[in-house]
């Protein structure tokens, strides 16, 4: 398999490419990597210094990767954090571009805006442009809880209208919908559960709810579900072994008492995911 990825990198510490990459390769998976930002650490560290890529620039990378005859073997192509308004289009040419070379391929976006906590942290332009112009040619999109609601025009928060919120997203043209940090209030106290919404159904996954945020954790999991998704054509099978890997990816790192995830030192988990959890089927 191989996988073509479009997304941020940085110097220090595991986002984007940075986060994306590794896990990945450690699955047998080989990456081609074109950033869309060049930073020193990701930004929630209030500062950070590099360059946010041109759309020029970014496409000019994607067209010599074209020219070496690469892309009629690009299995998946997979885009998460933008940086530049114009990331989008060249996007979106990329993927029409690998579809031609290879029909069987798949697109699968990370529409990265925000969270619930920390609100929308892209340039104001941003969530607009990947609601109208990049999630409809999506085959699987991976929004958090928070990016649904805004790429729908919804607020879910019950299990029910995030289901439906999940349908409106299908009806804009992806296949499958993978929510992330679901928080209904229902659940089970002191866990956070992730779902996937797909033509044959739709399941839940509860894990427990770890006490710290870890920057580029849902990066990791677009791309192992990408993967995963690829590999067993499965949704549910998918969310298992997605979600088993990055709970212990986070878990080291809680034990770590370290900011930066520990993918490193936790990669068996991505090549031998331990399948502690299973998805409940929910409709």
């Known amino acids: 398999m191989k996988v073509l990825s479009i997304q941020s990198a940085v110097a220090h510490g595991h986002v984007g490419n940075s986060a994306a990459t590794f896990p990945l390769q450690r699955m047998g998976v080989e990456v081609v ?44 192509v997979l885009s998460g954090y933008q940086g530049g308004t114009g990331i989008g289009d060249v996007i979106v040419d990329a ?58 025009g919804t607020e879910p928060t019950t299990l029910e209208s995030t289901l439906a919120a999940a349908d409106l997203a299908r009806a804009a043209g992806p296949s499958t919908v993978l929510v992330t940090s679901v928080e209904r209030p229902d659940r089970e106290e002191g866990t956070i559960e992730t779902a996937v919404v797909d033509a044959t159904g739709a399941w839940l ?13 849902g990066d990791v999991t677009a791309a192992l579900f990408a993967a995963h998704l690829r590999r067993t054509g499965d949704a549910a099978t998918a969310l298992e072994h997605t979600v088993s890997s990055v709970f212990d990816l986070l878990a080291a790192t809680l034990a770590s008492g370290e900011r930066e995830m520990r993918i490193v030192e936790a990669q068996d988990v991505f090549a031998h995911p331990r399948l502690q959890f299973r998805a409940e089927r929910v409709r």
Not at 48 to 71: C, H, K, L, Q, Y
Not at 205 to 217: D, E, V, W
């Open 33 to 76: 990597p074109v950033h869309t930002v060049n930073f020193s650490n990701h930004t929630g560290y209030g500062a950070w210094r590099g360059p946010v890529m041109s759309a020029e620039d970014v496409a000019a990378v994607i067209t010599g990767v074209e020219e070496r005859g690469v892309f009629p073997t690009i299995d998946v």
């Open 95 to 152: 993927v029409r571009r690998v579809k031609a070379a290879n029909p069987a391929a798949v697109y699968v976006c990370d529409p990265v805006m925000g969270n619930a906590r920390s609100g929308c942290f892209v340039a104001p332009e941003i969530p607009a442009l990947l609601r109208d112009r990049v999630v409809p040619v999506a085959d699987v999109i991976c929004p958090n809880q928070f990016e649904l609601g805004y790429l729908t």
């Open 205 to 217: 996954l509860a894990t427990p709810l770890l006490p710290f945020k870890a920057n580029g954790s």
